[in-house]
T-cell receptor, first 114, second 113 residues
Framework: AQSVTQLDSQVPVFEEAPVELRCNYSSSVSVYLFWYVQYPNQGLQLLLKYLSGSTLVESINGFEAEFNKSQTSFHLRKPSVHISDTAEYFCAVTPMNRDDKIIFGKGTRLHILP | KAGVTQTPRYLIKTRGQQVTLSCSPISGHRSVSWYQQTPGQGLQFLFEYFSETQRNKGNFPGRFSGRQFSNSRSEMNVSTLELGDSALYLC????????????FGPGTRLTVL
């Protein structure tokens, strides 16, 4: 079975400052990793995913995440946040063989301070 | 291509009543999953359907049930509602169970009074 831990339930950060949202996972099999974002009053949207290949993956809006197998982490980073990044971010994992369901972390609420 | 649609968007019920929520997946997607989202518990998996069969089930009581139709549309039912069932219920679709990316609908906000 897999599990996901998002270490921070809330992260306040000033606009234009860098941010890191932490995610650690546990699994006995190889996994795919995801970050989803949920804007207020909306469903979840896929932000980025790690399937294979380069351990650094990027989204179109400036976020990036790095898969670290030895530390079983998939932290999300952005060098300069904008007020529009205010949202809840969910880390998720699913086994590559897809025999089991996707598991989500409890989410990290990103607060952008003016 | 239209996204995942969920109806209704908002619902208010009283304890003891039952409720049915509907989800229409993206055209061509055959796998539908349901989640309950609450501030305290985050996203909790309810069940997954593929080809009208329940493929996976989360740890919820039998009051929570679902089904999938031949056109891949899905419904979930909650009977004998409790106050703690108040939540955002999210539906997600994917091409099939091996599809790793899920596409979420906007959710149905259920309030139980």
């Amino acid at each position: 079975a897999q599990s996901v831990t998002q270490l921070d339930s809330q992260v306040p950060v000033f606009e234009e400052a860098p941010v890191e949202l932490r995610c650690n996972y546990s699994s006995s099999v190889s996994v795919y990793l995801f970050w989803y974002v949920q804007y207020p009053n909306q469903g979840l949207q896929l932000l980025l995913k790690y399937l294979s290949g380069s351990t650094l993956v990027e989204s179109i809006n400036g976020f990036e995440a790095e898969f670290n197998k030895s530390q079983t982490s998939f932290h999300l980073r952005k060098p300069s946040v904008h007020i529009s990044d205010t949202a809840e971010y969910f880390c998720a994992v699913t086994p590559m063989n897809r025999d089991d369901k996707i598991i989500f972390g409890k989410g990290t609420r990103l607060h952008i301070l003016p | 291509k239209a996204g995942v649609t969920q109806t209704p968007r908002y619902l208010i019920k009283t304890r003891g009543q039952q409720v049915t929520l509907s989800c229409s997946p993206i055209s061509g997607h055959r796998s539908v999953s349901w989640y309950q989202q609450t501030p305290g518990q985050g996203l909790q998996f309810l069940f997954e359907y593929f080809s009208e069969t329940q493929r996976n089930k989360g740890n919820f009581p039998g009051r929570f049930s679902g089904r999938q139709f031949s056109n891949s549309r899905s419904e979930m039912n909650v009977s004998t509602l409790e106050l703690g069932d108040s939540a955002l219920y999210l539906c997600a679709s994917s091409l099939d169970p091996s599809g790793y990316e899920q596409f979420f609908g906007p959710g149905t906000r259920l309030t139980v009074l």
